[in-house]
């Protein structure tokens, strides 16, 4: 019986390409520690003092708290519209369902400067109506990046959901279970994985955004890739590199727990 495992020629040039890919995220590690007052390698001594920087200025502090909340109430918007778009498709087969996801699917085919665009001219507009939800307000990306990211939850969710017996279904309507007790009881919890992946994935998108971001933003509600972007337009801030590192860390630290809770999910008895 033939192993199943790479050879030591799969496994070097495995690794050779995952050092190719992750080389650009290496080297912002030694520029994060250089002394000067630009990104450039260390030249024989290292600082902390971007890091320093970090603690010190306190937009840095601002722009992660806000991009925080921001993340964490888009992916909940996406991922809750998400699952009840799922949850309808599955459950209810409309005639038009493949009409329903392209639809859905939208701004994953639209150029996202168009997507902008058309975001800038809905919170202006919305502006002129409130100072809640509109231009440069904390509401106004959270719906923003909402738009955004739906899709992509849609696309997990529905992923999850054709993964699951239909028969389970059949026989909780067939032993008079309603509607809600079907969804809530037998459907949800046989997606959890699924729905929890859709929402750290949204959090993720939303917690990057960019390119949005730039249109519906000016000075008052400044996220951490646009205070970012602003440092690597306007005086390359060493302090960037430092972020960016932190970042990196806490990304793989997140998924580092995923990765467990997964695993542990997958060895419980069923």
Do not use: C
């Not at 859709?198 to 939303?206: E, G, K």
Request: proline share 6%.
């Amino acid at each position: 019986m033939q192993s199943s495992r790479p050879g030591p020629v799969i496994l070097i040039l495995a690794t050779a390409v995952a050092l190719f890919l992750l080389m650009p995220l290496i080297a912002v590690v030694p520029v994060s520690f250089t002394p000067a007052r630009f990104l450039s390698m260390p030249q024989g001594t290292l600082s902390l003092r971007h890091y320093q920087a970090l603690i010190d200025n306190p937009q840095w502090g601002q722009s992660i708290w806000l991009s925080l909340r921001i993340g964490i109430l888009s992916s909940a918007i996406a991922t809750g519209l998400a699952t009840l778009f799922g949850l309808g498709i599955w459950m209810f087969q409309p005639r038009f369902s493949a009409l329903l996801i392209g639809f859905v699917l939208l701004p994953l085919v639209v150029p996202p400067v168009v997507s902008a665009m058309t975001l800038y001219f809905l919170m202006t507009a919305l502006s002129s109506f409130n100072s809640f939800v509109g231009y440069d307000t904390f509401l106004g990306v959270v719906l923003a990046h909402a738009v955004m990211i739906t899709p992509f939850a849609v696309v997990l969710i529905l992923v999850a959901l054709y993964q699951v017996d239909r028969r389970i279904d059949l026989a909780a309507r067939g032993l008079g279970a309603n509607l809600a007790t079907r969804a809530l009881r037998i459907i949800l919890p046989n997606i959890k994985f699924g729905i929890a992946t859709a929402a750290l994935l949204s959090f993720v998108l939303s917690w990057e955004e960019i390119g949005v971001t730039l249109f519906i933003t000016s000075v008052n509600a400044i996220t951490l890739p646009r205070l970012m972007w602003m440092g690597l337009r306007d005086n390359i801030d060493p302090a960037i590199a430092a972020i960016s590192v932190v970042l990196i860390l806490v990304t793989a630290l997140i998924l580092a727990i995923r990765i467990v809770f997964e695993r542990r999910g997958s060895s419980e008895p069923q």
